[in-house]
């Protein structure tokens, strides 16, 4: 069935989106504001661009036009924010985030979690994610109504000691780190622990058809 985008509503354009597009990584955004007021919340329009120079990209929205979240305005105001992933066991504390609480409300401190001090950017990572990536903004695209795009260039990563096998070789044990992502619907979530291995075909090993 074809969807034409010109005929259908924004809301049903992001339903037809969030649903085909799974699962999507979780970015938990540590930012704060000019006076160090800390604000904490999940984006699953994330994803990782590039590795030289290392850039992600977070999609941000806002409560109406010109509004990027607190999120969006603390990066506008200080340049510098944590994308914290998201484990299993950390799915409930990052759903408590997600909450519209207003600016005043300290998103760590409502979900019980706990930072801890970050190495180049002012703010800290959350202490329970088992990575962190310390950003500074690289670049802002700002779209129609309330959306950006943040493009932030990663400056140090953070993961668990428990999760890194070999520290000189770079190699990190991704199935311990149990990570979720964003499914369809309201509130629908996977894990990465069902997986198959697909090694990538050489040229000299592949037979064209005729």
């Given at each position: 069935?074809?969807?034409?985008?010109?005929?259908?509503?924004?809301?049903?354009?992001?339903?037809?989106?969030?649903?085909?597009?799974?699962?999507?990584?979780?970015?938990?955004v540590?930012?704060?504001?000019?006076?160090?007021?800390?604000?904490?919340?999940?984006?699953?329009?994330?994803?990782?661009?590039?590795?030289?120079?290392?850039?992600?990209?977070?999609?941000?929205g806002?409560?109406?036009?010109?509004?990027?979240?607190?999120?969006?305005?603390?990066?506008?105001?200080?340049?510098?924010?944590?994308?914290?992933?998201?484990?299993?066991?950390?799915?409930?504390?990052?759903?408590?985030?997600?909450?519209?609480?207003?600016?005043?409300?300290?998103?760590?401190?409502?979900a019980g979690l706990?930072?801890?001090?970050?190495?180049?950017?002012?703010?800290?990572?959350?202490?329970?994610?088992?990575?962190?990536?310390?950003?500074?903004?690289?670049?802002?695209?700002?779209?129609?109504?309330?959306?950006?795009?943040?493009?932030?260039?990663?400056?140090?990563?953070?993961?668990?000691?428990?999760?890194?096998?070999?520290?000189?070789?770079?190699?990190?044990?991704?199935?311990?780190?149990?990570?979720?992502?964003?499914?369809?619907?309201a509130?629908?979530?996977?894990?990465?622990?069902?997986?198959?291995?697909?090694?990538?075909?050489?040229?000299?090993?592949?037979?064209?058809?005729?």
């Amino acid at each position: 069935m074809l969807f034409d985008l010109d005929k259908i509503s924004t809301q049903d354009r992001y339903k037809l989106m969030v649903s085909t597009v799974v699962p999507r990584p979780i970015a938990w955004v540590v930012s704060q504001d000019d006076k160090g007021v800390l604000n904490a919340a999940p984006f699953s329009f994330f994803n990782v661009f590039s590795h030289d120079p290392a850039v992600m990209v977070i999609g941000i929205g806002g409560r109406k036009p010109g509004d990027a979240k607190d999120t969006g305005a603390n990066i506008r105001v200080t340049g510098q924010f944590v994308v914290n992933l998201v484990s299993h066991a950390m799915a409930q504390a990052m759903n408590i985030t997600a909450i519209d609480f207003p600016p005043e409300v300290d998103e760590i401190k409502a979900a019980g979690l706990t930072v801890l001090p970050s190495t180049k950017v002012a703010p800290p990572r959350i202490a329970e994610s088992p990575v962190a990536f310390e950003c500074e903004r690289f670049q802002t695209i700002e779209l129609a109504n309330d959306r950006a795009l943040v493009m932030g260039k990663i400056l140090a990563i953070h993961v668990a000691d428990d999760c890194v096998m070999n520290p000189e070789r770079c190699y990190i044990d991704t199935p311990k780190l149990d990570l979720i992502g964003r499914m369809h619907g309201a509130g629908w979530y996977s894990t990465t622990r069902d997986r198959f291995e697909l090694p990538r075909i050489p040229l000299d090993q592949f037979t064209l058809p005729d």
